[in-house]
C-alpha cells in the first residue's frame, strides 16, 4: 500500500545534470529500502542505485561518480542527482520501494519518468 511518485526527468544536453524526485505515500518509509531503476529502449530494466534508511548506498558501476542518490525521510523522498550526463542514460527511470523487517516482501514501482540525454 505504498505509492511512488515520480518526476523531474525532461530533455538535457549530454554533459548536463538533472535531479529526479521520488515522493512515498501510504506507509512508513523508513522501513524500505528505496531504489533507481531504468529501461532504456529495447533493453531490460536495470538497477541504477539504491539507500536505506540510514543512508547506505550502492551504485551500479556504469554510473558511479557521475549519480548520488539520496533521501529525506522527514519529507518521504528519494532523489537522484544525475550529473555529467551520456547519451546512453536516456532511459525511463523508475523509483522501487523495498520493504525490510515487518513489510520485507512488500515491494512497489513507480510509474516512472523519462529522461533523454541528447543535443
Known amino acids: 500500500q505504498v505509492q511512488l511518485v515520480e518526476s523531474g526527468g525532461g530533455l538535457v544536453q549530454p554533459g548536463g545534470s538533472v535531479r529526479l524526485s521520488c515522493a512515498a505515500s501510504?506507509?512508513?518509509?523508513?522501513?524500505?529500502?528505496m531504489g533507481w531503476y531504468r529501461q532504456a529502449p529495447g533493453k531490460q530494466r536495470e538497477l541504477v542505485a539504491t539507500i536505506t534508511s540510514g543512508g547506505s548506498t550502492n551504485y551500479a558501476d556504469s554510473v558511479k561518480g557521475r549519480f548520488t542518490i539520496s533521501r529525506d525521510n522527514a519529507k518521504n523522498t528519494v532523489y537522484l542527482q544525475m550529473n555529467s550526463l551520456k547519451p546512453e542514460d536516456t532511459a525511463v527511470y523508475y523509483c522501487?520501494?523495498?520493504?525490510?523487517?515487518?513489510?520485507?516482501?512488500?515491494?512497489?514501482w513507480g510509474q516512472g519518468t523519462q529522461v533523454t540525454v541528447s543535443s
Open positions: 501510504g506507509s512508513i518509509f523508513s522501513l524500505y529500502v
Open positions: 522501487r520501494a523495498s520493504g525490510v523487517g515487518p513489510v520485507y516482501g512488500n515491494n512497489y
